[in-house]
């Protein structure tokens, strides 16, 4: 077995975190020669440059970034064995980087986070919000662990994506009290009544556009929203009927006190946890995706 030569990775370390060997050279006490040939060394190992030269500068290659990542992590976590070992705190949080497409309604993105949260209680979950490719070319960079989509990525990226389906789902529809009479004659009650969708390029959106010539409607666009918040704060006031994901049905009526109107499984809509890995190994992204295929979703 080719095993890792940790001192290698350590003078790797060190470089990419003072920004030079000059200044790593004075971190480490050795001579700037034999970090070098140390680097090169690890770099022949793992069969990748792990560093690129711009200008004056070494800045770390794609593959570096990956070696960083998981380098920060074997090093934080020996710290931490060393003080668990002398009886001391630790004061380390597992964190989860996790991007979550904007399109995706709050308590759908609350309900596949939850697991990870009961999982492991000392858990530090950080959010962004973003359309798919900003969070993808974040996922690239490896500045996020996973992304929760609801479209398999497909977005030209550097770093090679791969897409784990959490599950599926139908679609309910909602009002609030003006306009619960719709229920009556669902989906043809639909045809000219007020609607707030998602926007355009959403894949729920075509989806939806799709169903409505399917079955020979065609609402009143009222609105279309980026922001699913925002969108359901309109839906609650009544300025328009909204589709959400039919896992939250209980959820959405309960705290934004509108009626369900109709249903259908002919819309699908589906989940995805984004990584750069093949398999999953983040313990709370494993945590998500377990729990999402097993329960959830109904399995």
């Not at 992304?147 to 791969?162: H, I, K, M, Q």
Request: include cysteine.
């Amino acid at each position: 077995m080719n095993w890792l030569n940790y001192h290698h990775l350590l003078y790797f370390w060190t470089v990419a975190r003072a920004g030079s060997i000059a200044k790593a050279s004075e971190e480490l006490h050795l001579a700037q020669p034999t970090i070098s040939t140390q680097i090169k060394l690890l770099e022949e190992s793992l069969g990748h440059q792990l560093f690129e030269r711009k200008g004056r500068k070494l800045v770390l290659s794609d593959v570096g970034r990956t070696v960083m990542r998981y380098a920060d992590e074997i090093f934080r976590l020996g710290n931490e064995l060393k003080n668990v070992v002398s009886g001391l705190p630790t004061g380390q949080q597992l964190r989860l980087n996790v991007g979550v497409l904007d399109v995706i309604p709050k308590l759908v993105a609350e309900q596949l986070l939850k697991p990870a949260l009961d999982a492991g209680p000392s858990l530090r979950i950080i959010c962004r919000e973003s359309p798919l490719p900003q969070l993808l070319a974040q996922l690239a960079l490896h500045e996020l662990d996973v992304v929760l989509a609801d479209a398999p990525g497909s977005e030209p990226v550097s770093v090679r994506s791969f897409n784990h389906l959490l599950g599926k789902c139908g679609v309910t529809f909602f009002a609030a009290a003006p306009l619960a009479h719709l229920r009556k004659d669902f989906p043809r009650s639909l045809d000219g009544a007020p609607m707030l969708l998602p926007s355009e390029d959403s894949s729920v959106r075509r989806s939806l556009d799709l169903w409505f010539e399917r079955q020979g409607v065609r609402p009143l666009i009222a609105g279309d929203f980026d922001d699913s918040a925002l969108l359901q704060a309109f839906g609650q006031k009544g300025h328009g009927i909204f589709a959400m994901p039919s896992i939250i049905d209980a959820e959405v009526q309960r705290q934004f006190n509108v009626t369900a109107i109709g249903h259908t499984d002919e819309i699908e809509q589906c989940f995805y946890a984004i990584t750069v890995e093949r398999r999953l190994r983040h313990p709370a992204v494993v945590a998500i995706a377990e729990a999402a295929r097993s329960h959830i979703f109904g399995g």
